[in-house]
C-alpha cells in the first residue's frame, strides 16, 4: 500500500499569509490519483484539489496543488480566515485509498 | 439538492456487530462508486471500503478486511456497512462518500457521518 506522510503537522500563520504543505507518498503513482481535502471542525471533509493540480468546483484560486511522483504540494497563496482547518492529501487509485495523517493550519 | 444521510451509529459491545446505513439522495446513485471513511476522536482520515456503482466490485483497508463488509441497494438509493468483532478502535465518526466512474475518482461529496461508540 501506499503510504501519504504530510508535512509539518502544524503551520502556524496569519491572514494574508502563504500557506505551503507537503504530501509525500512512500513510492511513485501517477498524480492523476492525488486529492487534497478540506475539514474544519464538526464539518465533513470537502474536496479542494484532485488529479494532483485541478481545483474543484467553486474552490477559489487562491488554492493550488502541484507536484508528481512521490512529492506533493497543496499551496495557499493567501490565507483568508475561513482557510483556517485540517487538510489532507489522498491517494485515490488502487485500493487502499490512503490519507496522509493531515496537516492543521492555525492562527 | 444533493445528501448523503448516515445513520445506525451508537454504542455496542466489544465483539458485537453494527449495520450502518447511508441514504443518498439529489443524484443518480446508481452512477456513483461510494465508499465509507472513518474518523476517531481527535484524529485523522481513515479510508475503509469502497464498491463499484454496480456493486459488483468491492475493496477494504487492510484494517477491516473479513471484519467489514460494504454492500448497496440502488433500488433505494442507499449504502450499507456491516461492521463485525467491534474493539475500542472502531470508535469512531463515519462518513459515506461518493466519487464518480470505477472509484479511481476523487470523493467529491461527503455525508455528515454517524458516531460509533465501542464500549463494554
Known amino acids: 500500500e501506499i503510504v501519504l506522510t504530510q508535512s509539518p503537522g502544524t503551520l502556524s500563520l496569519s491572514p494574508g499569509e502563504r500557506a505551503t504543505l507537503s504530501c509525500r507518498a512512500s513510492q511513485s503513482f501517477s498524480s492523476s490519483y492525488l486529492a487534497w481535502y478540506q475539514q474544519k471542525p464538526g464539518q465533513a471533509p470537502r474536496l479542494l484539489i484532485y488529479?494532483?493540480?485541478n481545483r474543484a468546483t467553486g474552490i477559489p484560486d487562491r488554492f493550488s496543488g502541484s507536484g508528481s511522483g512521490t512529492d506533493f504540494t497543496l499551496t495557499i497563496s493567501r490565507l483568508e480566515p475561513e482557510d483556517f482547518a485540517v487538510y489532507y492529501c489522498?491517494?485515490?487509485?488502487?485500493?487502499?485509498?490512503?490519507f496522509g495523517q493531515g496537516t492543521k493550519v492555525e492562527i | 439538492q444533493m445528501q448523503l444521510v448516515e445513520s445506525g451509529g451508537g454504542v455496542v459491545q466489544p465483539a458485537r456487530s453494527l449495520r450502518l446505513s447511508c441514504a443518498a439522495s439529489?443524484?443518480?446513485?446508481?452512477?456513483?462508486?461510494m465508499h465509507w471513511v472513518r474518523q476517531a476522536p481527535g484524529k485523522g482520515l481513515e479510508w475503509l471500503a469502497a464498491i463499484s456503482y454496480d456493486g459488483t466490485y468491492t475493496f477494504y483497508a487492510y484494517s477491516v478486511r473479513g471484519r467489514f463488509t460494504i454492500s448497496r441497494d440502488n433500488s433505494r438509493n442507499s449504502l450499507y456497512l456491516q461492521l463485525g468483532s467491534l474493539t475500542t478502535e472502531d470508535t469512531a465518526l463515519y462518513h459515506c462518500?461518493?466519487?464518480?466512474?470505477?472509484?479511481?475518482?476523487?470523493?467529491?461529496?461527503w455525508g455528515q457521518g454517524t458516531l460509533v461508540t465501542v464500549s463494554s
Open positions: 462518500a461518493r466519487s464518480r466512474g470505477d472509484g479511481k475518482n476523487p470523493l467529491d461529496y
Open positions: 439529489g443524484f443518480t446513485f446508481s452512477n456513483y462508486a
Open positions: 488529479g494532483a493540480s
Open positions: 489522498q491517494h485515490y487509485g488502487d485500493s487502499p485509498k490512503m
